[in-house]
């Protein structure tokens, strides 16, 4: 890939604490996503397929924190309108 497309640091560790850095940006963004997608009532499917992963893998990953956060949570059968 020429250089005007990958903006790729020239030195091994720049380049590695950009992907750092990236991934930390993408998981304080999925966080809050998350966060304002269920307080605004989506449904743990509705997040899981917005995001491209299953159900029970966001579940595993935000929902300890949702609830600390005290965001009510929907469960299966709860149809809101």
Do not use: F, Y
Request: without cysteine; hydrophobic residues 45%; positive net charge.
């Amino acid at each position: 890939m020429p250089a005007a497309e990958n903006p790729l640091p020239q030195e091994p560790a720049d380049a590695l604490a950009a992907v750092l850095a990236l991934r930390r940006l993408a998981d304080q963004l999925e966080d809050a996503a998350v966060e304002q997608a269920m307080r605004a009532g989506w449904s743990w499917p509705q997040v899981s397929e917005a995001l491209g992963v299953t159900r029970q893998a966001v579940h595993k990953k935000h929902a300890k924190r949702l609830i600390a956060a005290g965001v009510e949570l929907r469960r299966r059968g709860d149809e809101r309108v």
